[in-house]
């Protein structure tokens, strides 16, 4: 058990716009579990969250595996005690043509992207109901708002996360427990393109900590307040909607052959 009053979980904490909210949450006084494949960078988030004067649990676990967030939630259980925060983050971004789509990027992505949000969302709803308190919030993604061609089974599982938040609200809310999908515009971070390639000035993209800012606004409003459940957190400059700028993204990785990266 921790000594704190509030335990967050975030998955893929080991860099982006994870690691950034990992901190922030720490920043805001949560003791923070970490979750993601790279051991190494979950131990460098971890002692950065111990610096903010937070506790930090580092479980290093491969989330596309079977029977992977059953051992996430009993060792949350085990060692902790119950999540108040729960943050999806982790993701990949299987993207191309659907017509010649390799069923494996299909699998992963329904997994990786919606089914193990879906399962630590049903580990932790009945400690938050219990409470009375509680956050429930999924890294979504514009090209779940709306199709562009090539955005492939991240977009299908991005726009399926959002559903998966609207039910999550409509059916906990009265028990005090709020969730929201953050549906992501273009986010300076390893998953992100260059921008340069497409002639986008790279001071214009969100960075992870603009996200992780409005994880603390979301996790800090007043329990009376619900906001979304979809938001659309996007950077300000026209030039950088992914909605204007994906069908040259998408041109640009199918001519290098990186579209299934
Ligand atoms: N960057 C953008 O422009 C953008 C736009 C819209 C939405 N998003 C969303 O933002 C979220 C975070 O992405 P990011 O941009 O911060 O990219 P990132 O730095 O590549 O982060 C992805 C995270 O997911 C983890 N992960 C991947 N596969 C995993 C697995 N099998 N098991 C456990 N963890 C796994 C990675 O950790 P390990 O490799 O250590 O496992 C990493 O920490 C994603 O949901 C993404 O869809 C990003």
Known sequence: MTSRSSIALVTGASSGIGA???LELAEAGHDVALVARRG???ERVAEQVRARGAQALV???DLAQPGATQ???DSMTGLWGPVRVLVNNAAVPRSGPI????PRHWDLSMRLNLTVPFELARGVIPAMRRAGNGWIINIGSVSGLQAHAFAGPYAVAKRGLNALT???AA???DAGVRSACLCLGWVATEMAAPPEKVGVDPQELLAPEDVAATVRWLVESPVRLTLGPVLRVSPTHPGTALESVW???ASEMHASGSLHA
């Open 40 to 42: 190494d960078l979950l």
């Open 171 to 173: 059916e906990n809310g």
């Open 247 to 249: 069908p040259r993204l």
């Open 20 to 22: 950034a909210v990992a």
């Open 59 to 61: 479980l290093t676990t």
């Open 166 to 168: 609207e039910l999550l």
């Open 71 to 73: 051992q996430v939630l």
């Open 99 to 102: 017509a010649s789509l390799d």
